[in-house]
């Protein structure tokens, strides 16, 4: 058993990513048991100690929708603090964005969807009306200098319409961007995607005049594809990956969405190409270790599992 993989680079490979760490929010809204805020708190802080500079830390929705993010407010104040480290947070609407900016938010992400099922059972709107939905809240932002993301789920599949088609997916995307989302995650929701239709989505994009340095890419594993459709997006200049720290996550308003690429495992690959990510992977996983007995299961990260020697 080895800790750190043998360093060998790769041709047309960017030198350094920005990990953009979802497991405090995509991870944990997932949980059937709903984590202690402070637990949450010691989750996050030990993930900027790891060197993980965007972290993802919860959503201002309706605490209905969501309840295991329901302490938003509790949980906020207790890592602001945190130096050197951005904390985005999932914004649906402008009650949600009045609640983050009361906290002093400095970066938000709204979510929309590339399909009409997904948008109604996911913000109870078509997709055209969350877009509506979302207008004044990037307005607001952007007026208050705050970095706004736009999600775009169902980018490739979708559990209730199938194979998504790639010229619907870059009409959304379009119009999150000209709404003036900063940067775009690609949501690849219930992981159906594999490395061809990355690049050919990627490609569309470029066509339509989306520059490849506005776009992310954030991959669920459900079929094993999440690392190679990484290495697909990378290949073609994308430099901001999602993960989840030790493969947590979900969708509860997306049957089939299982977890997030894990940031662990995603480390270990750049890790091996030589590609500086500043994430120290030994402290990375004993953070997904210690969550993993709070959660009282193991993580189902290959990398947190060789690596802490639970097979
Ligand atoms: P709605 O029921 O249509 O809400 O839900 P509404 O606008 O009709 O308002 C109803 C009531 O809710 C009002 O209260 C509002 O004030 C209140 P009343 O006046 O009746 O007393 N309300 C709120 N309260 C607190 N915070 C708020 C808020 N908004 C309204 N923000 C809504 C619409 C968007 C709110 C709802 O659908 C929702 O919260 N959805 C969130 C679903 C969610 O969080 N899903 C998971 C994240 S997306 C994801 O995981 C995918 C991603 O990872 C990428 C990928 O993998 O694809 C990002
Ligand atoms: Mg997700």
Redesign the pocket.
Known sequence: MTDLPMVVPAQELPPRVRIHE?GAR?GL?NEKATVPTEVKAEFIRRLAAAGLTTIEAT?????K??PQLADAEALFPQISGIEGVDLPV????E??LD?ALELGARRI?V?GSATETFSQK????SVAESLT?FEPVIARAKAGKVHVRG?L??CFGDPWEGAVPVHQVVGVAKALLDLGCDEL?L???IGVATPGHVQALLAALNEAGVPTDALGV?F?DTYGQALSNTLAALQHGVTTVDASAGGLGG???AKS?TGNLATEDLVWMLDGLGIETGVDLAELTATSVWLAEQLGRPSPSRTVRALSHQE
Do not use: I
Request: proline fraction near 8%; charged fraction near 15%; charge should be positive.
């Open positions: 979802v995509d809204q959503s201002f929705v309706h605490p929708w969501v999932l914004v649906p609407n009650r949600g609640r992400a979510f996911n913000l109870n709107r939905m999600y789920s169902m995650s949501g690849d929701t954030h669920h969708c509860p308003y969405a």
